[in-house]
């Protein structure tokens, strides 16, 4: 017994002392009327004391008995209101002591103690209305969710035409989740009972609940159903967030895909505008601000959606995590990629197991180029999602997800053969999934396999034709094989509804650029000692591309020039122009000139592994590669095959065969290029080269051994100095080079040959491109070593 009742009980046993004085000369009925008089009177002990004499001293009268158990339940007397009533007695009570026996019960006993009491009193009794309502709506209270579904249903099944009934059990049916089913109730009431306030608040509960408050909010306002302050500012605020919901879900397949944030965008408005009209909690505002800073950044407003974030942060709020996470999408979408780090690193910090943020992290290092940095993210978040229970919902990034991602880390640094590692056990595993067959369709167009690009991405666009990035896949892989017809038709088909996909966007400025004209220049420079004099020598190719002529012809013009001397005097120049033809598969140019001057050449792709071509040229005047030798006047024709697996293997075999003045010289040549190493700032390949020339006569002004071969392997290394990580497309690289052999000339001994340089090639942007290289090189002449210095220049450029 507590300190209070047991405080109260020595109170009443005082009262009854004096009143056993007193009481004699006091019938039992007018001590009786004495203790209802001081209970109308809320002097509850008083009158309890009173009553539990007369039942104490009359113990045959049972209202005495029940007058004070109901008596002493109003004075908290609860435990001598247990003590003196059993279920036996409980359930023959009158419902007012059954009343007063349930209150004490239920609040000084625990539930299960109550809810045995119950069942003993009701296993007597049956059933009774007012007591299993009292217990439906104390096991509610008292949050015993199991207990309020059995004495919902008991209720119900007992009393199956009480409103009463169906109310509670509709609300035990929502507190566990199942408000469907609470739907459907509350559905029913609202036929029998229609226009009841009460009723109406219930079901816009219950669809706020279920996550439909665009129907709530239709019943609130065009049906004018009642509902609270809260109820409608719920009801407006979540629906902004269910349109927020609906753009995340964005696809390739929805023409208009910002309208679901823009219906947000508005909603969200209304939603603050009723929050400030009532008033509402401060959280309340705050909350519905977050959902600005996420619907600004959906929609690509990233400035709006910073101020937000900025304005709640000099406000003192703590913003929560998912609004955190759209203001570093807001600065990642400015490139402003060191900001977003700082709070995804917060992020992290405070959960370094949270998917989102491992996924936003990966990409934010990648957004920098920060590889070595984004490969752990990339691992945590790859394992954690292949460990991920099956029964829980599907992730957007998924493990499949992951391991697509994993193999275009790869391929973005050029490290193919790891991505198709990476890529080959999920493509036999699941080779219709969709998002794989894209993967390797980009993987193959990047290794230039397009094909194989070609026949992924089809595959894809079959499965679904509303799939943009398939379709406009499978149009940039016919692209690169020459269909432009295809690339074309495709690019303006999707370009109108879809330009802010990346994928449709990429292609678009592609085609911009196919129908602009184009110069290309390369520049060839040369010194060096030829016997006792030295000579230097220069050679120029300048072309102008126009704009198409049609899908498959542009036409050119053509400058070249050829100077050298002292030591051997060569000069020529011409001009010169033609058609350059690209078909599916083929590429052919055709030039005529000046002074008898005519070329053909032409390429035809067999498949993604071989190439061969064909060229032509008469009156041509020459530069010999990495020479100081020139020669015009001749006549020159050749064929080579070529073969490349991927982007990091190829070789070639070709023939050469030149008429010259008082010569005819002939070339048999074979080389092959493997890369070692590829990471994204640094690239090293090694090659092979293996060449015999032979000349029908060699007393000519020009070097011409009647037999020479050369054997030598070359190793260059490219670095990145610098890549604007905001675009991706301006790069800086240092091209590092060194070449060893041996040269076999007929009538000499056999000497080694090398040479080494340095060079650096600039990228520009989508549409320009300058390369240039020094270099040295120590070659045999006739049985006896020189060295010389050669520089190149190229460069092309769109206009």
């Known amino acids: 017994m507590g300190y209070k009742n047991l405080h109260l009980s020595l109170f009443v046993g005082a009262l009854l002392f004096v009143n056993s004085l007193s009481g004699y000369a006091l019938p039992a009925e007018e001590q009786y009327e004495k203790a209802l008089e001081l209970n109308k009177s809320a002097r509850y002990i008083e009158s309890a004391a009173i009553l539990k004499s007369l039942m104490i001293s009359n113990p045959g009268i049972e209202r005495y008995k029940s007058d004070y158990i109901a008596v002493a339940s109003s004075a908290k007397l609860c435990d001598d209101v247990i003590a003196v009533s059993n279920s036996n007695y409980a359930a023959k009570a009158p419902s007012y002591v059954q009343d007063a026996i349930f209150s004490c019960y239920a609040n000084t006993q625990e539930f299960s103690i109550t809810d045995a009491f119950v069942k003993s009193i009701l296993k007597i009794q049956g059933k009774n209305e007012a007591i299993e309502l009292r217990m439906t709506a104390l096991a509610r209270d008292k949050k015993e969710l199991n207990a309020a579904l059995y004495w919902s249903e008991r209720f119900l099944k007992d009393y199956p035409k009480s409103i009463s009934a169906w ?13 469907f089913a609470a739907l459907q109730i509350y559905e029913d009431i609202n036929q029998i009972k229609p226009r009841n306030p009460e009723t109406q ?232 999934n969709a998002d794989m067959l894209k993967t390797a369709g980009s993987l193959k167009e990047s290794e230039g396999m397009h094909r194989a690009a070609a026949d992924y991405y089809e595959i894809a666009a079959k499965q ?103 030591a051997i005097p060569v000069t020529d120049q011409g001009v010169g122009g033609g058609v350059k033809y690209t078909g599916i598969n083929q590429e052919a140019e055709v030039e005529v000139g000046s002074a008898g001057y005519a070329r053909i050449e032409g390429t035809q792709t067999l498949n993604d592994n071989w190439a061969v071509g064909a060229s032509y040229e008469r009156n041509a005047f020459y530069l010999f590669p990495g020479s100081l030798y020139a020669t015009y006047g001749g006549n020159v024709g050749g064929l080579d095959l070529k073969w490349k697996d991927g982007d990091t293997r190829n070789a070639a075999v070709g023939y050469r065969y030149w008429v010259l003045p008082s010569n005819n010289r002939q070339q048999i040549f074979g080389t092959a290029s493997q890369r070692l190493f590829t ?3 640094y690239k ?111 460069f092309e450029s769109r206009f």
């Open 684 to 794: 090293i390949d090694v090659s092979a080269w293996i060449g015999n020339q032979q000349n029908s006569n060699s007393n000519v002004s020009y070097f011409s051994p009647v037999n020479q071969t050369e054997y030598s392997s070359t190793l260059n290394f490219r670095l990145l100095q610098w890549r604007d990580i905001a675009t991706k497309k301006y790069d800086f690289w240092h091209r590092f080079y060194g070449s060893y052999g041996v040269v076999t000339q007929a009538n000499y001994s056999t000497l080694p040959m090398n040479n080494y340089g340095y060079g650096q090639d600039f990228n520009v942007g989508d549409k320009r491109t300058l390369s240039w290289g020094v270099g040295k090189t120590s070659f045999p002449f006739n049985g006896a070593k020189s060295s010389y210095i050669t520089g190149y220049l190229n």
């Open 201 to 432: 608040q219930q079901i816009i509960q219950v669809l706020l609940d279920m996550g439909i408050p665009h129907l709530a909010l239709n019943l609130i306002n065009k049906q004018g159903w009642s509902a609270s302050n809260n109820q409608k500012l719920r009801a407006v605020h979540d629906s902004g967030a269910v349109d927020l919901r609906w753009a995340a879900a964005d696809s390739a397949v929805a023409p208009n895909r910002f309208n679901s944030t823009d219906a947000g965008l508005k909603t969200l408005t209304e939603a603050l505008q009723y929050a400030k009209s009532i008033d509402a909690p401060k959280d309340q505002v705050i909350a519905i601000q977050c959902d600005f800073i996420v619907a600004y950044s959906r929609r690509k407003q990233w400035d709006k959606a910073l101020e937000t974030y900025q304005q709640l942060l000099n406000d003192g709020v703590t913003v929560p995590n998912y609004a955190q996470s759209a203001a570093a999408s807001s600065y990642s979408a400015k490139h402003e990629f060191a900001k977003a780090e700082v709070i995804l690193r917060q992020l992290y910090a405070q959960n370094p197991k949270d998917l989102d943020v491992l996924e936003a992290l990966y990409f934010n290092m990648v957004d920098q180029d920060q590889f070595s940095n984004a490969k752990p993210f990339l691992d945590q978040l790859t394992a954690q999602l292949r460990a991920r229970p099956k029964y829980l919902p599907k992730r957007d990034f998924d493990y499949t997800s992951a391991i697509i991602e994993a193999v275009s880390f790869e391929a973005y640094q050029e490290r193919y053969q790891a991505a198709n590692q990476k890529l080959a056990p999920l493509l036999s595993s699941i080779p219709s």
């Open 167 to 179: 109310e509670l059990r509709a609300g035990a049916l929502q507190d566990v989740g199942e408000r």
């Open 464 to 566: 679904d034709p509303q799939d943009v990035e398939a379709r406009i896949g499978y149009a940039n892989s016919r692209m690169s094989q020459g269909d432009i017809s295809t690339f074309i038709s495709t690019v303006n088909e999707l370009k109108p509804g879809y330009a802010d996909i990346t994928a449709v966007k990429n292609a678009a400025e592609r085609l911009d650029i196919y129908q602009e004209g184009y110069v290309t220049g390369n520049f060839v420079l040369g010194n060096g000692d030829y016997g006792s004099q030295k000579n230097n020598n220069r050679t120029s190719d300048l072309r102008v591309y126009s704009a198409p002529i049609n899908e498959n012809f542009r036409g050119f013009a053509r400058y070249r020039d050829l100077n050298s001397g002292p």
């Open 679 to 681: 990471q994204y700032n």
